[in-house]
């Protein structure tokens, strides 16, 4: 399932390193992305990424 979020940022590495600063808090690994920039009328740009991501499962530990 994809999903979005918006980010603002002056350039797609930043929006990126949120979106995966957001991920890792959320114990989510990303499988795919896409980013855009949308330009605004005053400027500014908007990064949009969308994403699909999965769960971090526990790992089992052999001993």
């Known amino acids: 399932m994809w999903q979005a979020q918006t980010f603002m940022s002056q350039?797609?590495?930043?929006?990126?390193?949120?979106m995966l600063t957001w991920l890792n808090e959320n114990e989510e690994i990303i499988v795919e992305y896409q980013a855009i920039q949308v330009h605004q009328p005053d400027g500014t740009h908007v990064c949009v990424v969308a994403y699909r991501a999965r769960r971090?499962?526990?790992q089992a530990f052999i001993t």
Do not use: G, N, S, V
Not at 11 to 18: I, V
């Open 11 to 18: 350039d797609e590495e930043t929006a990126l390193a949120e």
């Open 56 to 58: 971090l499962e526990p």
